[in-house]
């Protein structure tokens, strides 16, 4: 395991992104809407707005405490194909089906079966997307050890999760415009199962081989209870210190992401709102694309704490404008849309590039102060309080859509940039704390560690 990855592994490995940000954003984008819009795009009338939202929310709580189970079992896993690869190449296609099966309700309109069905499908979906999505995630660290390897998969993440987000933002709403949600919904699951399988190859021999070093290194990881685990990642100062802040930018730019539908139809008066959520989609993505190679040459000149705290301090500033975005007077509404998605693509840049470094960074770390590897239960403990926290996104879009949601009353879809904002601000408060080094060593960590 010694020496650079091959590139060719990188971009394999890389383009997993594409199928995962597809879903995810998709999911993101569209679901609230569908069980909830009208053709007004109001929720204010809407009798089972807020039983979705919980719906929602506690799905994702109770997914939240799947990740945690199901790190510390991948991390104990012990077969041929090492730790990881079975899950992903388990729970790949049932991920898919359940996606697929979210966006058709048994019944029309608003029924208490349609919110049951909801609940059920949800919870499956987001199990088997844990159980894929989590070991394929915490391959990482395990199989990329040098930064510039890691600083080079990141890249190549972004990269190809901006076609995959592209999928999500400006497919998924012409899809959705010309054949509904549905057919929208096969497309994005096939697409999804296809980039994750290929993904796999890309990792699957160095993954092999370094399960077989920890398997015969590391005898102490499978003595570790899954308490034990957790409790240990919850001991890592920096963990704690990147969890919340990552936590707090992530559900500004969900909320920001969610409104989407409910602006171009009461904001900019477009009565199908797919055409123009893939238009202010595709100016945000381009603007990200453009940002992206900059982002990670700044990175590699001084570091991915920098940037990344950076990002997230031009967030939080920039955020808050979005309560100005088609209500300027003597500009075009669609002008000032468009305008405003042309930067929100470098404020959403570093959230979608660094995470992954960062946490693999992190276990590094936890190597040097414990000598055991335990990728994955860093990687599902994250996901895990990620969610916790992250189910108030749904709760907090819905709750201010309440206050105003139509053309008349937009309020409720203003103060979304102000929330937005001041979620990504606190978060850049905490990051200021964080201080580890791009090459994690005892040595770095000593000459790094803040006295």
Known sequence: MEGRMPLAARLIYASGSLGGNALGRSRDLWLIFFYLGDDDGDVERRGAAFAIGAVLVIGRLIEAFDDPLIGYWSDRTRSRWGRRIPFVLAATPFMAI????????????????????????????????????????????????????????????????????????IGSGLLVDAFGF???????????????YIALTGAWRRS?????????????????????????????????????????????????????????????????PGTMVAVLSGTALGALTL??????????????????????????LYFPLFVFAGFLPGIPVVAQGIAYALFLGFALAPVQTFPNALI????????????????????????????????????????????????????????????????????????RRYWLPDNVTEESVEAARPS
């Open 360 to 431: 693999a960074d992190i276990t590094d770390y936890d190597t040097v102060r414990t000598d055991q590897r335990r990728e994955a239960v860093y990687y599902a403990t994250q996901q895990t309080l990620e969610k916790i926290a992250g189910a108030a996104g749904p709760g907090i879009l819905i709750a201010l859509l309440a206050l105003g949601s139509t053309e008349d009353d937009p309020l409720g879809i203003r103060l979304v940039g102000p929330v937005a904002g001041i979620l990504a601000l606190t978060g850049y408060v905490v990051f």
């Open 291 to 316: 940002v992206l190679p900059v982002v990670i040459l700044v990175a590699r000149r001084r570091s991915k704490r920098q940037v990344y705290g950076g990002g997230m301090l031009f967030a939080g």
């Open 208 to 272: 092999i081989e370094a399960s077989r070093e920890i398997y015969a290194q590391d005898q102490a990881v499978e003595r570790l209870s899954v308490w034990n685990s957790i409790t240990t990642c919850l001991r890592n100062d920096q963990f704690l210190v990147f969890l919340p802040s990552f936590v707090l930018y992530s559900v500004g730019a969900q909320v920001i992401t969610g409104v989407l539908p409910f602006y171009v139809e009461a904001v900019l008066g477009r009565d199908e």
């Open 182 to 196: 549905v057919a929208m919904a096969i497309i994005v699951a096939a697409v999804a199962f296809a980039s994750r």
């Open 98 to 169: 359940f996606f697929v099966l979210l966006w058709i309700p048994p019944n029309p309109g608003e029924t208490l079966g349609n919110v049951f069905f909801l609940f059920a499908i949800f919870w499956f979906f987001n199990l088997f997307s844990t159980l894929s999505g989590g070991p394929m995630e915490s391959l990482l660290p395990e199989i990329a050890r040098r930064n510039d390897d890691r600083l080079s998969i990141v890249g190549w993440q972004v990269a190809f999760g901006v076609v995959g987000t592209a999928i999500a933002f």
